[in-house]
C-alpha cells in the first residue's frame, strides 16, 4: 500500500514537467472521453491501481566510488562542455513533455506531421502513451532515491526553474529517457520505413538529459530499459492495440495526402551531430 501511495504522489511529479510549458488550449483540446489524471495530463491505458514495478528488473545505480560512476562522471563532464551549443537548445526543447509542444519532437524523423488537427489519432496515442511510459519509472526512482548531476558538481542545468523540484525527484532511471525511448519503438513500430531515424531521434532525447545537466548517463540506460518494458506491457492492453491501429491507417493516410514534416529537419539534423 505505501508503495502504490508513493507511486501516486509522483503523478504531481510527472505533472509539473507536463505542465511547465502546456497551455490552456492544450488543457482544453484533451478528448472528453479520456480522463485527467492532472490538468492537461491524459490517463493512460494501462490500469492506474497496478503500478509498473520497475525496481525489480532495473539494477541498482551505480555505487558512489565505483566504475560506473566514474563512467557517469566522465560522461557528465563531457556533456557540461556542451552548454550554449546547438545541442544544449535541443535539450532545453526536449525538456519539456507538455502538449502540444512537444508532439513534433519525431515529425522530423517520421517525416510527417504530428498534430491535433492533421495526425489526430496518432496525436492521441503519444499523449496516453507517455502517462504510462513515464509513470513507470517510479518504482524503480522511489527504491534509489538517487541524487541528480546538478546537485553533485553544482552547474546550471537548462531547467532552472524546474530544479527545486527535481531535487526531490530521483535521478535514477529517467523518466524523460522511458518516455523518449517509450515513444521511439511505438513509432518505429508504426513507421518501419521510417525506424532508424525515429530510434535515434529516442536515444538523442534521452541524451538530452545529460545535456541538461539533470541525469547521469547511467540513468538514461535504465530509463530505455524501463520504457522497452512498458511498451511491451501495452502490447497486452486491448486498448493501446486498437489505437495503434487507428495511428497506423492515420499515418498511411497522411502519407497518401501527401504531408510531410513542415519543421527545419535539415537544422535537427545538424543539431543531433552534437551527440555524446
Same mark, same amino acid.
Not at 560506473?68 to 556542451?82: A, F, G, I, R, W
Given at each position: /500500500?505505501? @508503495?502504490?501511495?508513493?507511486?501516486?504522489?509522483? &503523478?504531481?511529479?510527472? %505533472?509539473f514537467a507536463l505542465t511547465a510549458c502546456s497551455t490552456p488550449q492544450a488543457d482544453r483540446s484533451a478528448a472528453t472521453e479520456v480522463p485527467e489524471i492532472r490538468p492537461g495530463i491524459l490517463q493512460g491505458y494501462l490500469p492506474m491501481n497496478d503500478p509498473f514495478q520497475s525496481a525489480v528488473f532495473v539494477p541498482a545505480s551505480p555505487a558512489e566510488a565505483g566504475a560506473? =560512476? #566514474?563512467? +557517469?562522471? =566522465?560522461?557528465?563532464? *563531457?556533456?557540461?562542455?556542451?552548454r550554449d551549443t546547438p545541442r544544449w537548445e535541443m535539450a532545453k526543447h526536449d525538456a519539456h513533455l507538455g502538449f502540444p509542444a512537444v508532439a513534433n519532437t519525431f515529425s522530423c524523423a517520421l517525416d510527417l506531421p504530428?498534430? #491535433? =488537427? #492533421?495526425? $489526430?489519432?496518432?496525436? /492521441?496515442?503519444?499523449?496516453?502513451?507517455? %502517462? +504510462? &511510459?513515464?509513470?513507470?519509472? *517510479? @518504482?524503480?526512482?522511489?527504491?534509489?532515491?538517487?541524487?541528480? $548531476?546538478? /546537485?553533485?558538481?553544482?552547474? $546550471?542545468?537548462c531547467t532552472p526553474d524546474e530544479e527545486e523540484q527535481l531535487r526531490h525527484d530521483g535521478s535514477y532511471p529517467s523518466g524523460h529517457t522511458s518516455i523518449g525511448w517509450g515513444w521511439a519503438l511505438i513509432l518505429a513500430e508504426l513507421v518501419p520505413e521510417r525506424a532508424e531515424a525515429v530510434l535515434a531521434r529516442g536515444r538523442a532525447f534521452g541524451e538530452s538529459r545529460i545535456v541538461c545537466n539533470v541525469h547521469w548517463y547511467s540513468d538514461v540506460v535504465a530509463g530505455r530499459m524501463v520504457g522497452a518494458g512498458a511498451v511491451a506491457t501495452l502490447h497486452a492492453n486491448p486498448?493501446?492495440? %486498437?489505437? /495503434?491501429?487507428? %495511428?497506423?491507417? #492515420?499515418?498511411a493516410g497522411a502519407r497518401q495526402r501527401g504531408l510531410t514534416a513542415s519543421g527545419d529537419c535539415a537544422q535537427e539534423l545538424k543539431d543531433l551531430s552534437y551527440g555524446l
Open positions: /500500500m505505501k @508503495s502504490k501511495k508513493r507511486y501516486f504522489s509522483c &503523478v504531481l511529479a510527472i %505533472a560506473l =560512476q #566514474e563512467l +557517469d562522471n =566522465q560522461v557528465s563532464s *563531457y556533456s557540461l562542455t556542451l504530428v498534430s #491535433e =488537427q #492533421e495526425t $489526430p489519432a496518432l496525436y /492521441m496515442l503519444l499523449r496516453r502513451t507517455l %502517462a +504510462d &511510459v513515464g509513470l513507470a519509472t *517510479y @518504482s524503480a526512482k522511489n527504491t534509489y532515491a538517487r541524487s541528480r $548531476p546538478f /546537485m553533485i558538481n553544482g552547474q $546550471p542545468t486498448d493501446f492495440l %486498437a489505437a /495503434m491501429t487507428a %495511428a497506423s491507417a #492515420e499515418i
